[in-house]
């Protein structure tokens, strides 16, 4: 079955890094778009980035460009995202999701991780 396991959370001080990463199992990692979302405490979850089937065409969420970046080992089915100068705002769990689609979009995710916590506090 499809599985997707979050990994990397955790608790880093403002200004710092953090990178988590997704292992995929149980389907074609490399023939779907995957994506990024995260959830804060009392908040709808939000589109955080997305990557195509490739590793290319990379989209993002306007608070979070040119802060983080998504990436994807199609050998490993592994999803990547690097996530840098954060901030108290980027305090949310994150979660890594399958799209239906070969291209990233908003929408169209149909397999979804647990989710991982990542705190940004001093």
């Known amino acids: 079955q499809v599985q997707l396991v979050e990994s990397g959370g955790g608790l880093v001080s403002p200004g710092g890094s953090l990178r988590l990463s997704c292992a995929a199992s149980g389907f074609t990692f490399s023939s779907r778009a995957m994506g990024w979302f995260r959830q804060a405490p009392g908040k709808e979850r939000e589109f955080v980035g997305g990557i195509s089937g490739s590793g290319g065409n990379p989209r993002y969420a306007d608070s979070v460009k040119g802060r983080f970046t998504i990436s994807r080992d199609n050998v490993k089915n592994t999803l990547y995202l690097q996530m840098n100068s954060l901030a108290p705002e980027d305090t949310a769990v994150y979660y890594c999701?399958?799209?239906?689609?070969?291209?990233?979009?908003?929408?169209?995710?149909?397999?979804w991780g647990q989710g991982t916590q990542v705190t940004v506090s001093s």
């Open positions: 999701a399958a799209s239906q689609q070969y291209y990233p979009s908003r929408g169209g995710y149909t397999y």
